[in-house]
């Protein structure tokens, strides 16, 4: 009930186009199916009316009809002050008509020979003189009924015209108002998307994700488009048939009330066995699309190791297992198609025909033969819409389900973008008995103290999983913080929103990540604050302008996903230009060249010497000569600091940080050099552990 609730709260977003559909409907509905009212008036009032009494008229007035010198008017259209004369009969024997000059009792069967109709019930029979009427003069009987046939016949189409021109509206306007409900819900996926923690992506592959978004939404999309359309329609559509039917006669409407608790009782079964069905349909087709894109992103890897058999078996399985469960899907469709309703349709007309058949096409029987021609039409009609929603169950549990896997996503507890700008602040950090743990009570960082003042340069080293990420992690807000409090300019980020710290926060990560578009475009990620002046100046700041001085566009140079048409050290410079291009007021280099040549190097380095002034910058770094100008170099091991000053300081201490630094420079060239001495505006070393 809770998912039929949100659903239809987003149906509500866009209620008056709805309302409209529904009014459209409801005069379609009324339209379409006044039709075999007039059909039953057409055989019950004017072709099988000629059975009525009819009365002698004194003259030739309207709608009398001539035969053997005198003239007959129907006694039912005498109009007030015309006086009845004697009355006569018009009757069908068989395929012929007969004409009685007299009163007659017309129940019985009927025959007729040597100038006699006789009636017959059971023993009894009775005979009257009657005379067998030529075509010609059977329709002069029927001329005055013509008038009100074709009278009918233009009403009936000119109903059918309105009918269609509201059909469209509702079309229309049903599903113009169904695709922006679907519009909205993606919106709405999509922004859920930048609300959730890093936490969540780093547990569900991003194939998993995009599904949700694409596949799942659009089978969202096909239960307001065809699903609710064909229910919708179809409920007002039967409800206005019964309406109908117990207007016409209400013991055949009780007989097809039967009807509605066998479609109900086969809508649950159908339902309780589809659900399960498409929960792991939907499943394993996201699984399918997680390995399809992990397979795309790794191709490299899976040809260079030759993994491209081991690859297609999963891709098999997942595949078959999906197979498995869309045929269990297809035998449970096969089972309740429209051939059960057609089951159904011919059990109620038999049933009907069983029931009234004996008396129901006898002027004097029950029912009249007008009014079982409109039930049959009715019954038809009425199974046209159940057809419909039958062929729509199996859609409506795919999008049940995926609409469940939806709104789970977006269930799922999330930060909101935060609105307005904070005023750049200076960049003093303070990390005050940090303790952070990615798993609970599994801590990666422990009791973490250190300070960096505005315009410090503070490096990160440390072993593969000392910490040195997750302190950029938590500086970040990707994570919070268990333990312990981090603070910038004195204020605790905990306290200021993630986005709005992160304003004046400058990322380059070891695999930059460039989008579709140009390079300019990826240095100002198309915000309209930054002008083309400020991409320009980026650039040239970290010395691209002359690595990227051999692309024919230049700045201008169409990039495609990740960059891939770029190389490394050109991808890095874009990274940085991107970080300077938004001023940040502290700036982080997460292994920021390690990819890059030592060509490229020198010239970011260079570059940075002037793009770091009156910038805090953290430094995680391998090649340990790329931090040795500095201010604070932080030695981590598993998640402690246990080593920290500046390199001088680091080296003459000979401890961890001294000996990670030998092994990459080589111990002859260490031997070689001369000692470092202190310098003079280093404070007092620090050591830790």
């Given at each position: 009930?809770?998912?039929?609730?949100?659903?239809?709260?987003?149906?509500?977003?866009?209620?008056?186009?709805?309302?409209?559909?529904?009014?459209?409907?409801?005069?379609?509905?009324?339209?379409?199916?006044?039709?075999?009212?007039?059909?039953?008036?057409?055989?019950?009032?004017?072709?099988?009316?000629?059975?009525?009494?009819?009365?002698?008229?004194?003259?030739?007035?309207?709608?009398?009809?001539?035969?053997?010198?005198?003239?007959?008017?129907?006694?039912?259209?005498?109009?007030?002050?015309?006086?009845?004369?004697?009355?006569?009969?018009?009757?069908?024997?068989?395929?012929?008509?007969?004409?009685?000059?007299?009163?007659?009792?017309?129940?019985?069967?009927?025959?007729?020979?040597?100038?006699?109709?006789?009636?017959?019930?059971?023993?009894?029979?009775?005979?009257?003189?009657?005379?067998?009427?030529?075509?010609?003069?059977?329709?002069?009987?029927?001329?005055?009924e013509m008038k009100g046939i074709m009278w009918l016949m233009g009403i009936y189409l000119g109903l059918l015209l309105v009918s269609c021109v509201f059909e469209y509206g509702r079309i229309y306007y049903l599903q113009t108002s169904a695709n922006?409900?679907?519009?909205?819900?993606?919106?709405?996926?999509?922004?859920?998307?930048?609300?959730?923690?890093?936490?969540y992506f780093d547990t569900l592959p991003a194939g998993k994700v995009v599904s949700r978004i694409t596949n799942d939404t659009e089978a969202v999309k096909d239960l307001f488009v065809n699903v609710l359309a064909n229910f919708f329609?179809?409920?007002?559509?039967?409800?206005?048939?019964?309406?109908?039917?117990?207007?016409?006669?209400?013991?055949?409407?009780?007989?097809?009330?039967?009807?509605?608790?066998?479609?109900?009782?086969?809508?649950?079964?159908?339902?309780?066995?589809?659900?399960?069905?498409?929960?792991?349909?939907?499943?394993?087709?996201?699984?399918?699309?997680?390995?399809?894109?992990?397979?795309?992103?790794?191709?490299?890897?899976?040809?260079?190791?030759?993994?491209?058999?081991?690859?297609?078996?999963?891709?098999?399985?997942?595949?078959?297992?999906?197979?498995?469960?869309?045929?269990?899907?297809?035998?449970?469709?096969?089972?309740?198609?429209?051939?059960?309703?057609?089951?159904?349709?011919?059990?109620?007309?038999?049933?009907?025909?069983?029931?009234?058949?004996?008396?129901?096409?006898?002027?004097?029987?029950?029912?009249?033969?007008?009014?079982?021609?409109?039930?049959?039409?009715?019954?038809?009609?009425?199974?046209?819409?159940?057809?419909?929603?039958?062929?729509?169950?199996?859609?409506?549990?795919?999008?049940?389900?995926?609409?469940?896997?939806?709104?789970?996503?977006?269930?799922?507890?999330?930060?909101?973008?935060?609105?307005?700008?904070?005023?750049?602040?200076?960049?003093?950090?303070?990390?005050?008995?940090?303790?952070?743990?990615?798993?609970?009570?599994?801590?990666?960082?422990?009791?973490?103290?250190?300070?960096?003042?505005?315009?410090?340069?503070?490096?990160?080293?440390?072993?593969?999983?000392?910490?040195?990420?997750?302190?950029?992690?938590?500086?970040?807000?990707?994570?919070?913080?268990?333990?312990?409090?981090?603070?910038?300019?004195?204020?605790?980020?905990?306290?200021?929103?993630?986005?709005?710290?992160?304003?004046?926060?400058?990322?380059?990560?070891?695999?930059?990540?460039?989008?579709?578009?140009?390079?300019?475009?990826?240095?100002?990620?198309?915000?309209?604050?930054?002008?083309?002046?400020?991409?320009?100046?980026?650039?040239?700041?970290?010395?691209?302008?002359?690595?990227?001085?051999?692309?024919?566009?230049?700045?201008?140079?169409?990039?495609?996903?990740?960059?891939?048409?770029?190389?490394?050290?050109?991808?890095?410079?874009?990274?940085?230009?991107?970080?300077?291009?938004?001023?940040?007021?502290?700036?982080?280099?997460?292994?920021?060249?390690?990819?890059?040549?030592?060509?490229?190097?020198?010239?970011?380095?260079?570059?940075?010497?002037?793009?770091?002034?009156?910038?805090?910058?953290?430094?995680?770094?391998?090649?340990?000569?790329?931090?040795?100008?500095?201010?604070?170099?932080?030695?981590?091991?598993?998640?402690?600091?246990?080593?920290?000053?500046?390199?001088?300081?680091?080296?003459?201490?000979?401890?961890?940080?001294?000996?990670?630094?030998?092994?990459?420079?080589?111990?002859?060239?260490?031997?070689?050099?001369?000692?470092?001495?202190?310098?003079?505006?280093?404070?007092?070393?620090?050591?830790?552990?």
């Amino acid at each position: 009930m809770k998912l039929l609730k949100k659903l239809f709260n987003y149906a509500l977003l866009y209620k008056k186009s709805f309302v409209i559909a529904l009014v459209m409907l409801a005069i379609a509905v009324a339209a379409e199916l006044t039709g075999p009212f007039l059909a039953k008036s057409m055989i019950d009032n004017h072709i099988l009316g000629i059975e009525r009494p009819w009365s002698e008229v004194q003259s030739n007035t309207k709608d009398a009809v001539p035969y053997q010198e005198h003239w007959y008017k129907r006694t039912d259209n005498l109009k007030a002050g015309e006086v009845p004369g004697n009355e006569v009969r018009v009757l069908q024997v068989g395929r012929q008509f007969v004409f009685v000059n007299e009163a007659v009792q017309t129940d019985g069967v009927r025959s007729f020979e040597n100038g006699k109709l006789v009636f017959t019930s059971g023993e009894n029979t009775r005979a009257y003189p009657a005379s067998k009427l030529s075509v010609s003069e059977l329709i002069k009987f029927y001329q005055p009924e013509m008038k009100g046939i074709m009278w009918l016949m233009g009403i009936y189409l000119g109903l059918l015209l309105v009918s269609c021109v509201f059909e469209y509206g509702r079309i229309y306007y049903l599903q113009t108002s169904a695709n922006r409900v679907i519009q909205k819900m993606r919106t709405d996926v999509y922004n859920q998307i930048h609300r959730l923690p890093i936490n969540y992506f780093d547990t569900l592959p991003a194939g998993k994700v995009v599904s949700r978004i694409t596949n799942d939404t659009e089978a969202v999309k096909d239960l307001f488009v065809n699903v609710l359309a064909n229910f919708f329609s179809g409920t007002v559509y039967i409800t206005g048939i019964f309406v109908a039917l117990f207007l016409l006669d209400v013991r055949l409407a009780l007989v097809c009330l039967v009807i509605v608790p066998i479609l109900i009782l086969w809508i649950y079964i159908y339902r309780k066995f589809a659900t399960q069905y498409n929960r792991v349909i939907r499943s394993k087709l996201s699984d399918i699309n997680g390995l399809i894109n992990e397979s795309i992103q790794g191709m490299t890897v899976i040809r260079a190791f030759r993994r491209q058999k081991d690859t297609e078996k999963e891709f098999e399985e997942m595949n078959e297992q999906h197979l498995h469960y869309r045929n269990k899907m297809l035998n449970l469709n096969s089972l309740t198609s429209h051939n059960l309703v057609n089951v159904i349709r011919s059990l109620a007309l038999a049933t009907v025909v069983w029931y009234f058949g004996s008396k129901s096409f006898d002027i004097t029987g029950a029912i009249s033969f007008g009014v079982i021609y409109a039930f049959v039409d009715y019954l038809g009609r009425m199974f046209q819409p159940i057809v419909g929603m039958v062929n729509q169950l199996a859609q409506l549990e795919q999008a049940l389900v995926s609409a469940e896997r939806v709104f789970e996503l977006m269930d799922l507890p999330g930060t909101d973008v935060a609105d307005g700008a904070l005023d750049r602040y200076k960049g003093n950090v303070k990390f005050d008995h940090v303790s952070f743990a990615y798993k609970d009570d599994e801590y990666v960082l422990k009791d973490i103290s250190f300070e960096a003042k505005q315009g410090q340069t503070v490096a990160l080293v440390g072993h593969t999983g000392s910490g040195k990420s997750s302190i950029l992690n938590v500086l970040f807000r990707f994570y919070d913080v268990q333990k312990g409090e981090i603070t910038v300019d004195g204020v605790n980020v905990q306290s200021i929103p993630k986005q709005l710290l992160r304003q004046h926060m400058g990322i380059v990560l070891q695999d930059p990540f460039l989008f579709t578009g140009t390079i300019a475009s990826n240095v100002s990620l198309e915000d309209p604050s930054i002008t083309r002046e400020q991409i320009e100046k980026a650039l040239r700041d970290v010395g691209a302008e002359t690595i990227l001085a051999n692309l024919p566009k230049g700045f201008d140079e169409p990039v495609i996903e990740k960059g891939s048409t770029l190389s490394a050290g050109q991808r890095q410079l874009v990274s940085f230009a991107r970080a300077l291009a938004f001023n940040p007021a502290i700036l982080i280099l997460d292994e920021a060249t390690a990819n890059i040549d030592t060509e490229t190097e020198a010239i970011i380095q260079s570059a940075l010497d002037v793009v770091k002034k009156g910038r805090t910058t953290f430094i995680i770094a391998h090649r340990l000569s790329t931090i040795r100008s500095a201010d604070q170099i932080l030695v981590l091991h598993r998640g402690e600091i246990v080593e920290k000053g500046s390199h001088e300081e680091l080296m003459l201490h000979k401890g961890r940080y001294y000996q990670m630094y030998q092994l990459q420079q080589g111990s002859q060239q260490e031997a070689s050099a001369p000692a470092p001495g202190p310098s003079p505006a280093a404070a007092t070393p620090s050591y830790i552990g």
